[in-house]
């Protein structure tokens, strides 16, 4: 029952995914019918000539009725060609709006929706899900439209010309859908053993694969082997057990299909020899009997592709019914100096809250450092300025202005974020650069890649800014991409600033450079920076210490220090590391 | 056809004997087929002749079941035995491609080749499987009813079986013609689809940074353009095919009315019986409709043609040779001599390296990315073969050892940390299989992962990997740093520059690092200048070749890149915003 109010929810989403272009639809499937007509039009033309055999009427002239047939041979053609080429750039162009809506409402949604779904996962609905849409556009509603439509008005007519043929002519119908729900109901089990290891061969032969560097190295593809071998043969175990089932039906359903001859010949013998069918008639019935079943084949695995169909939508709507984060109006002028107020903030994910009412005043031009152990709320509380997740309670707020009255291209136009783990496109170190500013010139690029200590090294490579990096190209070590990100920073030069460091240990080749870079950064902007090594922030205008989700003090170096708080026994304990490390 | 015959029999060697019986069965099942149309055509001479009684209808009605019956069981053995040797076929073949995959070198399986690699063993061996079991039947029934039928018009009047045999054979370039256009418009598509893909991935996996510089959806305009670019080779693939495909089912419709035609003009001259012109009218509208079921058929075919070629390609690749299995060497002294190596014959990423390591030392690897560092790594541990030189673990040529005995020997430990969708105790027990509980745990304080894992739901059996429970980059490292623990092999090969940046836990990792590197002959691409001070030797590189070679000491008295760097060192930890 759910399921068929999800086919129906399913449809009806489908449709309005259709939306402007259901006029193209509906005159591509006209065209459909017609070539559909047009099939049966040979076979009337074969009756007419049979009549005139028969000297039974009839008009026209065997070479007549050729012709005829041969033009609607070819119209059916043309039609079909019409029809399918519309419904194909009809169908890609609402692949493509779809995918771009999901492209478009991925940037809006809550992050947490990444957390909780596997890239993978977003693949899967992007590519495959979108992809059978295509199915349904192009071949399922025309097709469908055509399968009822066309058989049911070739019946009509052939009902006019005898009812009891045209009775038997149903009848393989009838006996085939029987043997089809049997076919389902009896393999409901066999088939779902199917299902789940035809699911976890793909799943086992995955990990397989990509497990076999790992197995490799420890000398296990034997063990992993074993797995593997295992999952297959009782897949193919499973596969039989469904097949020793389905066989015999299904081989009778075809054999059915084919046999039109069978069902018509006896009974339109018995007919024509009790006088009440024509000859002419008897041996139309039979040729229809020939064609009239085997248009039925289509529908057969309608329902199946269909529900595999929906399943599909229901998971792109699943995406799409995420509300999107609100859009304010109001906008702040990225060339100016701005200040930050977190104002009694609470955040939770789902349940759990991880911040607990916090206040803080962030000035215009200073440099706030939030430190504390891992998974103390730190990083949380400067993901919450870009609005990656919305506060539970409270509001932060820009010169007084909540963020989430602001435009949210103003509000990212305002702030610039460097991450722990610096993300690189698939492209030149010149593109990577570029996005940090719309537009920019090719010395723009290079003076932030100069300000951020990059350029020397993207000078040293073969190709310089050209140069790819990636899967494909030269690999960066995290220091270096760092930079990067910082120079995209420098680029953008937006006027409120988080910095996540990237290390808490020494980094022979990059930190110094590292330190240069985030010099240039930090010039006049509203910043937050995220410290894994306290002796960088001694001279923070005021240092931030949390912990378990609470603010627990905040003030100078000098201050906490003296206070002999949390920060006071952290700032012993690294100097202690720190004297380890060199010693 | 034939590539498909041949192709069959190459991947599926001696079992393709088994598909006979079935191809005989569908032949039978076939010409039961025409018996029907058999009956018909002696009806209508009967009533041609005026002598079809009710006698005869009895008769031919008990024919017809007879056949009736003898089809269908016919059919249902045929498929009941496709269904099972077919798949059979195809379990042999994921077993032996398996199998050769375990066989290949390390090297191979980068991303590139995982993907590849996957996508044979699901889709390919699948569409295998089911082109196998579904349509070799059709296939074989279609044609051989074809066949049949011909012979039969040539019975009736040669003309027609002339006319038939033409435009069927007319029809077959159009065909082929449209399988190499798919083929060749279904690998623009499918280049198409992969760079939508590696946009998404890059889309998904930046999207923070997506958001902060405002180029979120159509405004990431690499993934909108992959769309739009997919958007137009799908469109086209369908629209190139069309016209071949339309015109082939034209051409093989056009045989009904070319019949109607053509037996009318006989009749009129009277060189034909009535009856025989509907008999052949019978048979036209069987083959043309037997022609269009071919022209369905046909795209499988070339599917499976694909999917055999690639299938081969993989049981083609050859692992490395090795001529001892074990390795029998008196000490771990590690020598590079004269080494170069190229990816791809072009550019040398090393170039003729040497240097030795002592047993129990320790060598770090220093240079900015791209200088060789990585390569000399995955040389050591045989996942390429030199393209000059010798690599010799106590004086024998890598080459000659079985690359299982090698790895008996080494513990790696880089930057892609691949989880098994297993349990944290199976996921470390990797490092060696029959450990204790006892012994997992050990390893696992050391590398310091035990107390996270105690935090875990289940402790030790949470499940981890693809779909359980989500683990940072920093405690995947230090699991696999526990299984190399857990595996106490005497070479160590770590990476230490691409180690998860985790700030929070960085300490943790570090000192998980220093347990491993103990009493063993580390190589270790380092970046802690702690790693590199307390190296025995440190090599230097730059573009592919040896910069600086010595200890901490001597490089720092040479003055040289490596005494610039730890000067700047010593300034950045003055420094403070």
């Known amino acids: ?583 | 056809m034939r590539d498909m015959i041949l192709n069959i029999r190459k991947i599926a060697g001696k079992d393709s004997g088994k598909l006979i019986p079935v191809i005989l069965l569908s032949v039978l099942d076939s010409m039961l087929n025409s018996c029907m149309y058999g009956v018909m055509i002696f009806i209508l001479i009967d009533l041609a002749d005026s002598i079809f009684t009710f006698e005869k209808l009895k008769l031919y009605s008990l024919i017809l079941l007879g056949v009736f019956l003898l089809r269908c069981v016919t059919q249902a053995i045929s498929l009941s035995k496709v269904q099972h040797d077919g798949p059979v076929i195809s379990k042999k073949l994921r077993l032996s491609l398996g199998n050769h995959i375990r066989s290949l070198n390390l090297g191979f399986f980068n991303q590139n080749s995982q993907g590849r690699l996957n996508a044979i063993l699901t889709t390919d061996v699948s569409d295998f499987e089911t082109i196998l079991t579904h349509c070799v039947c059709d296939l074989v029934k279609a044609i051989a009813f074809s066949v049949f039928s011909l012979l039969i018009a040539f019975a009736l009047d040669w003309k027609f079986g002339i006319a038939i045999g033409v435009i069927a054979l007319l029809g077959l370039p159009l065909l082929n013609i449209s399988g190499t256009l798919s083929a060749r418009s279904g690998k623009r598509t499918h280049s198409a689809k992969e760079n939508v893909v590696s946009h998404l991935l890059e889309y998904i996996g930046g999207i923070k940074t997506f958001r902060l510089y405002n180029l979120t959806g159509e405004r990431f305009s690499r993934l909108d353009d992959a769309l739009l670019g997919l958007k137009k080779e799908s469109t086209k693939a369908e629209l190139s095919l069309l016209p071949f495909i339309l015109s082939f089912s034209t051409v093989t419709s056009c045989l009904i009315p070319i019949a109607l035609i053509l037996g009318a003009y006989l009749l009129t001259v009277q060189s034909m019986e009535p009856v025989s012109f509907i008999a052949v009218l019978l048979i036209a509208v069987s083959v043309s409709s037997m022609m269009s079921t071919l022209g369905s058929l046909y795209p499988q075919v070339r599917s499976l043609n694909r999917a055999c070629e690639n299938m081969l390609s993989v049981l083609g690749e050859k692992p490395f040779s090795y001529e001892k299995e074990t390795l029998k060497a008196s000490n771990a002294d590690i020598a590079f001599d004269h080494v170069s190596f190229s990816y791809t014959g072009k550019e040398q990423v090393l170039k003729d390296i040497s240097f030795a390591a002592k047993q129990g030392t320790t060598t770090a690897l220093i240079g900015p990315s791209g200088s060789g560092k990585t390569t000399i790594v995955s040389l050591l541990s045989r996942f390429w073969d030199v393209t000059g030189g010798r690599i010799t673990i106590g004086g024998q040529d890598i080459r000659d050892i079985s690359p299982d005995a090698l790895t008996a020997n080494m513990a790696v430990v880089f930057q892609d940390v691949y989880l098994l969708n297993d349990t944290i105790m199976n996921n470390i027990k990797v490092g060696k299989p029959d450990a204790s509980d006892a012994e997992v745990i050990s390893a696992a304080r050391s590398a310091n992962c035990h107390d996270f894992i105690v935090t875990m739901e289940n402790g030790y059996d949470t499940m981890i990997g693809e779909g359980g429970s989500t683990i940072s980059g920093g405690e995947r490292q230090r699991i696999s740093i526990a299984r190399a623990l857990l595996k106490d092999a005497p070479i160590v090969l770590l990476d230490e520059t691409t180690s998860s940046l985790d700030a929070d836990n960085e300490r943790e990792i570090q000192a998980a690092f220093d347990r491993l590197m103990q009493n063993k002959t580390v190589f270790v691409i380092a970046h802690r200048l702690n790693t590199i001070m307390g190296a025995d030797n440190i090599l230097v590189l730059n573009q592919g070749e040896i910069m600086e070679f010595g200890n901490h000491k001597e490089l720092m008295r040479t003055g040289g890149w490596y005494a610039q760097m730890v000067e700047q060192q010593r300034q950045a930890e003055q420094w403070a915003v």
């Not at chain 1, 009838?174 to 053993?193: A, F, G, R, Y």
């Not at chain 1, 400067?382 to 820009?398: N, T």
């Not at chain 1, 537009?439 to 090294?457: L, M, N, Y």
């Open chain 1, 1 to 583: 029952m759910k399921t068929k109010n999800n086919n129906k929810a399913g449809v009806r989403y489908l449709l309005g995914l259709a939306n402007s272009k259901k006029l193209i639809l509906a005159v591509a499937i006209g065209f459909s019918v017609l070539s559909g007509l047009c099939t049966f039009v040979p076979f009337l033309m074969i009756f007419r000539t049979i009549l005139l055999l028969f000297g039974e009427g009839g008009a026209g002239s065997a070479m007549q009725n050729g012709i005829i047939a041969i033009v609607a041979i070819v119209l059916r053609f043309v039609f079909q060609a019409i029809s399918a080429a519309m419904t194909h750039v009809n169908a890609y162009n609402i692949l493509y709006h779809v995918r771009r809506e999901l492209c478009r409402h991925l940037g809006k949604v809550n992050l947490g929706f990444f957390t909780g779904n596997s890239t993978g996962e977003i693949k899967k609905i992007m590519m495959e899900d979108v992809e059978r849409l295509e199915m349904f556009f192009a071949h399922q509603i025309p097709d469908i439209v055509v399968a009822i439509v066309v058989p049911v008005a070739v019946l009509v007519y052939l009902f006019t010309i005898n009812v009891w043929m045209s009775l038997i002519l149903l009848l393989p119908i009838v006996l085939t859908t029987l043997t089809q729900v049997i076919m389902l109901v009896t393999s409901k089990n066999p088939m779902d053993e199917f299902y789940w290891l035809a699911g976890k061969q793909s799943a086992v032969i995955l990990q397989y694969i990509n497990g076999m560097p790992v197995m490799k190295t420890y000398n296990l593809t034997a063990d992993s082997y074993r797995e593997y071998a295992d999952t297959i043969s009782s897949y193919n175990n499973a596969w039989w057990r469904a097949a020793k089932i389905l066989s015999p039906p299904s081989a009778i359903i075809t054999v059915i299909i084919e046999s039109g001859l069978f069902f018509v010949l006896p009974l339109g013998g018995y007919l024509y020899l009790t006088g009440s069918l024509a000859l002419s008639s008897y041996i139309f019935f039979a040729i229809m009997s020939i064609v009239f079943l085997s248009s039925y084949i289509n529908l057969a695995n309608f329902a199946q592709i269909f529900s595999q169909i929906s399943s599909g939508i229901v998971r792109i709507k699943e995406i799409m019914d995420i509300p999107a984060m609100g859009n304010g109006n109001k906008t702040l002028l990225p060339t100016e100096s701005h200040s930050l107020t977190y104002e009694n903030v609470s955040f939770a994910y789902d349940q759990q809250e991880v911040l607990h009412n916090f206040s803080l005043d962030l000035p215009i031009d200073s440099l706030t450092a939030f430190v504390g152990p891992s998974g103390a709320g730190k990083s949380t509380a400067a993901q919450l300025v870009p609005r990656f997740w919305d506060v539970s309670k409270g509001a932060i707020r820009i010169d007084g202005i909540d963020i989430r009255e602001l435009e949210a291209d103003n509000l990212m136009d305002n702030m610039s974020f460097v991450f722990q783990e610096a993300f690189m496109l698939n492209d030149t170190l010149y593109e990577n650069i570029a996005m940090g500013k719309h537009g920019c010139t090719r010395q723009e690029v290079e003076v932030a890649a100069k300000s951020a200590q990059i350029h020397d090294f993207i000078m040293s490579l073969p190709k310089g800014y050209d140069t790819v990096i990636g899967s494909e190209g030269v690999k960066l070590s995290g220091g270096e991409r760092q930079r990067v990100c910082i120079a995209r920073a420098i680029l953008k030069d937006a006027p409120i600033l988080i910095f996540d460091e990237a290390t808490s240990f020494t980094d022979i080749e990059n930190e110094r450079k590292i330190q240069l870079a985030l010099e240039s950064l930090l010039e006049s902007k509203t910043t937050v920076m995220i410290a894994h090594r306290l002796h960088t922030i001694v001279g923070a205008d005021q240092i931030c210490v949390f912990q378990s989700g609470n603010l627990m003090e905040c003030g100078t170096h000098h201050d906490l220090v003296a206070s002999g708080g949390a920060y006071a026994s952290m700032w012993q304990t690294y100097c202690e590391a720190m004297r380890e490390v060199a010693s």
